[in-house]
């Protein structure tokens, strides 16, 4: 089974204020990918990022960056500077590398709000 | 390159009425999902389907809902009849297959979702 926690349900901060999304998973199998989504007001689901169980790098694009911690079965999502924009309700996701199993489990979301 | 496409954005409907959601999947991707998002909870899969094929609908409630996807491209879920739990966001997203060497594969592109009210 999988499961994937966000731990934090609402997160308030100003702009400019650097912030730290959490994420934890559980998963049996060797090879999966994990993800983060961004999803705005209007509804729709933005991919951000997908990271490979064998790939540790962090990774960094503009404001923001991720850190995979497979030792503690951590994807954290970090951004910097924050921006009104940056106000949506974010994702962490897990899926397995085998076909018969490529559904998306995801966590039940954080709210960011980001104040002028 | 245009992205998922749903139709209708919004529908309201009484108990014991029947709906039905349509999508239509990115060009040339061959596996199409359908999710149900709750309030206040993460998008919990439905049905997949690999080109025409449902190979998991496992989570998919199967005296109330179907799915079809016949030539492989846009796909339509049912709900025949509604009842109030069933109200949700109903998303669609796609993606280029579980299989294959492009670097996209296993990353799922969604639509901007159905939201249904059942009252």
């Known amino acids: 089974a999988q499961k994937v926690t966000q731990a934090q349900t609402e997160i308030s901060v100003v702009e400019k204020e650097d912030v730290t999304l959490d994420c934890v998973y559980e998963t049996r199998d060797t090879t999966y990918y994990l993800f983060w989504y961004k999803q705005p007001p209007s509804g729709e689901l933005v991919f951000l990022i997908r990271?490979?169980?064998?790939?540790?790098q962090n990774e960094i694009s503009g404001r923001y960056s991720w850190n995979f911690q497979k030792s503690t079965s951590s994807f954290n999502f970090t951004i910097t500077a924050s921006q009104v924009v940056d106000s949506a309700v974010y994702f962490c996701a897990l899926s397995a590398n085998t076909g018969a199993n490529s559904k998306l489990t995801f966590g039940k979301g954080i709210t960011l709000s980001v104040r002028p | 390159e245009a992205g998922v496409v749903q139709s209708p954005r919004y529908k309201i409907i009484e108990k014991k009425q029947p709906v039905a959601f349509w999508c239509n999947p990115i060009?040339?991707?061959?596996?199409l999902y359908w999710y149900r998002q709750n309030l206040g909870q993460g998008p919990e899969l439905l049905i997949r389907?690999?080109?025409?094929?449902?190979?998991?609908d496992s989570q998919l409630p199967k005296d109330r809902f179907s799915a079809e996807r016949l030539k492989g491209v846009d796909s339509t879920l049912k709900i025949q009849p509604a009842e109030l739990g069933d109200s949700a966001v109903y998303l669609c997203?796609?993606?280029?297959?579980?299989?294959?060497?492009?670097?996209?594969?296993?990353?799922?592109?969604f639509g901007a979702g159905t939201r249904l009210s059942v009252l």
């Open positions: 060009s040339g991707h061959n596996t």
């Open positions: 389907y690999e080109n025409e094929e449902a190979v998991d």
């Open positions: 990271r490979n169980s064998f790939d540790e």
């Open positions: 997203a796609s993606s280029a297959g579980t299989s294959g060497r492009t670097r996209s594969k296993n990353i799922q592109y």
